[in-house]
């Protein structure tokens, strides 16, 4: 620490020594810099002082006292710990529920995000869409690479549908639109 820079305060029972630090963090304490240029070189954190307004305490600890501090967080630590596994341990059912209703929420989130419904089955439409991609919108469908998947299916009219099972896929991490989904659209037939 450099107390060259420091306002000496006072030191408490602790040994602790306390400074005022009036540095602008801004400029490091030379008011105006050049890249400013186009603006004044003023700083206007400090109006060009140099000083803070209101001064940073800046404390330093003496060894003895450092490690008592430190001695204490790690006690606090370990005791909020210790109530958390107890916690845990008391709540186990409910954390798992609550963990499973979760986990159920991001893979509808992630089926509806493909266009599939809730149990990640959904179908893949090819064909004259135009005419209905309003209809099938409102059904829930998505436009993904070049092609509609939607939860109901829209067979008929000129429309050709695949039935897909996107649920064992996403819910292990393992699909990939780009790679897989082209399988399904390049099959699909009347």
């Known amino acids: ?17 306390y400074f ?6 801004r400029c ?16 206007f954190e400090c109006g060009g002082t140099g000083k803070r307004r209101i001064a940073k ?12 501090l430190e001695a204490r967080r790690q006690a606090k630590a370990a005791k909020e710990a210790a109530e958390r596994e107890k916690y845990e341990a008391e ?6 529920a609550e963990r499973a209703e979760a986990d159920r929420k991001r893979l ?9 419904g809730k149990d990640g089955v959904g179908y893949v439409l090819t ?3 135009f005419k209905v991609k309003d209809e099938i919108r409102k059904a ?16 008929g009219n000129g429309i050709f549908s695949k039935r897909i099972d996107i649920s064992s896929h996403i819910s292990t991490g393992m699909y990939n639109w780009k790679d897989d989904g082209y399988d399904f659209y390049d099959d699909v037939t009347d």
């Open 1 to 17: 620490m450099n107390h060259m820079e420091l306002q000496y305060v006072k030191i408490d029972k602790n040994g602790t020594k």
């Open 20 to 25: 005022y630090d009036w540095k602008c963090p």
């Open 28 to 43: 490091a304490g030379f008011g105006q810099a050049e890249k400013w240029r186009y603006t004044g070189s003023v700083c």
């Open 57 to 68: 305490i800046v404390k330093e600890y003496t060894p003895e006292y450092w490690a008592k």
């Open 91 to 96: 709540h186990a059912e409910e954390i798992a």
């Open 108 to 116: 509808e989130y992630r089926f509806a995000e493909h266009g599939c």
């Open 127 to 129: 064909g004259n869409t």
């Open 140 to 155: 829930g469908g998505k436009w993904i690479y070049g092609r509609w998947i939607c939860p109901v299916d829209f067979k």
